[in-house]
């Protein structure tokens, strides 16, 4: 049986430009809230 293939989002110009994941970066910046408030966010 063939598995089916991957698709990947295409790289965007800001990552091209800043080698940053805009994903990667929201959730370091979520995490640094949390920590920052001491509290648990949904």
């Known amino acids: ?3 089916p293939r991957k698709i990947y989002a ?3 110009e ?8 805009p994903m990667y970066l929201a ?3 979520v995490d640094e809230a949390r920590d920052y ?3 648990p966010i949904r």
């Open 37 to 39: 408030f001491r509290t």
């Open 27 to 29: 959730w370091r910046i």
């Open 1 to 3: 049986m063939k598995q």
């Open 10 to 12: 295409s790289v965007t």
């Open 14 to 21: 800001f990552e091209r430009q800043t080698s940053y994941c």
